[in-house]
């Protein structure tokens, strides 16, 4: 069979699309049918499901987030990150950050209760970035090619990286 570069194109824009329906529904459908995938998979399966359920309550992780370490960290963290800016109540101590024009600079004043929050937003939407970047590196590479694909991701990583590494002990409430 031959695809021409648009049909693949509009496959591309109908999985986006899926992926954003998906994104957008409500917790406890999400929740329905995890449960139904649970309890329809194959038997084989359902030991290896139950033996990961018990790991994540005995230890706080399994196996599978193992295979996959960066999956999971930039899926998680930044959800953490956002439960922490939504619920703390105390006053953080100095990060040494900015967010100016959608950037983050490194300062030496003091900052606002809702400067700080702003840092943390801001760290949430990169860590997601690099997410987003990680799962579909395939859609990047295409638009972008291989090289300037993998500058642009290193050069975002190592920025965010550095910001988290910067603020992590100040991350506590």
């Not at 196996?63 to 939504?86: C, G, S, T």
């Not at 209760?113 to 859609?139: A, G, P, Q, T």
């Not at 500058?151 to 002990?169: A, C, G, Q, S, W």
Request: hydrophobic share 35%; charged share 40%.
């Amino acid at each position: 069979m031959n695809f021409k570069s648009k049909d693949l194109q509009h496959f591309w824009e109908d999985v986006e699309k899926e992926r954003e329906k998906w994104a957008a529904r409500p917790w406890f459908i999400k929740i329905k049918d995890k449960l139904e995938k649970f309890f329809t998979c194959d038997i084989p399966d359902f030991g290896r499901e139950i033996k990961y359920a018990f790991q994540k309550i005995k230890k706080g992780y399994c196996d599978r987030d193992l295979w996959d370490i960066d999956y999971w960290f930039l899926e998680q963290i930044p959800k953490m990150l956002k439960q922490f800016n939504k619920n703390r109540y105390g006053h953080q101590p100095y990060l040494g950050y900015k967010v100016v024009n959608n950037d983050i600079i490194k300062t030496t004043e003091e900052i606002s209760d809702e400067d700080e929050k702003k840092v943390i937003n801001w760290l949430i939407v990169n860590m997601e970035k690099l997410y987003d970047m990680l799962e579909n590196d395939y859609k990047y590479i295409d638009t972008m090619g291989h090289e300037k694909f993998e500058e642009k991701r290193m050069k975002l990583h190592n920025k965010v990286f550095k910001v988290f590494t910067d603020i992590f002990y100040s991350l506590w409430d």
